[in-house]
């Protein structure tokens, strides 16, 4: 099944390779520079280590570092362009900031609870683009319920008048994470259910993801002040 079939009728989301290697090589070295922690740049694994034992108010202040990292968006977006390109066409919408993504080893961290991305006010038309910083080789990953059992629990919920309520925080989703590489991402449709688990490490769990969409679909309440628009 090709990428697009995987993402828009299969599964709802497909594991690929990222296009240019040596743009998303530069996006990290980068991140690393904003994150400003005296860490050398091939030592990756000592900066996902320190984190580890950051408070929250310390890991609040990386955040702000990293608000200045403003081209991280069309670096990620660079480094997987003939694949956005093959999804959505030329003219595309694409978020104007990247997310930057951390999860920290242990109970009582912040967690990505279950969720579809549509719930945020995106279009069904959006797609997002995930890619971790280095290799997930330990359960720290995110899990992803496939589109036709996401829609069946959608479903459930819509017929009681609820969006993402309690049906989809409490239910129990026994999905193994998904185990990608680094060089690998993730691209998945809105409607996906995901999530990540608390999981046991020495490191923290670093990744940065985008959303996109095609410039001729509909947008919803995510309008200009999200996405800019781009001919790629
Ligand atoms: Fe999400």
Redesign the pocket.
Known sequence: MDIQKKIIQGPGYAIVKIDNLKIFGNLKKKFIEKMNLNISKNNFDDLRVKMTSMSKSEINKIMIKLLSFSEASEMMLNACKAKIKKLVGQEIFVQRRANTIFNLPGKNQRR?WP???LMSGISPFTY?L?APFHDLDDDGGIFYIDQKRSFEIIKKEHSKGLVNGPIILNMNYNEKPIKIKYGEAIIFNPFIL??NVNFDSKKARLAC?IRFQSAKKPLMQKNSDFFKYKKI
């Open positions: 990505q969720h579809y991305e997002v995930w995901h999530g993801s």
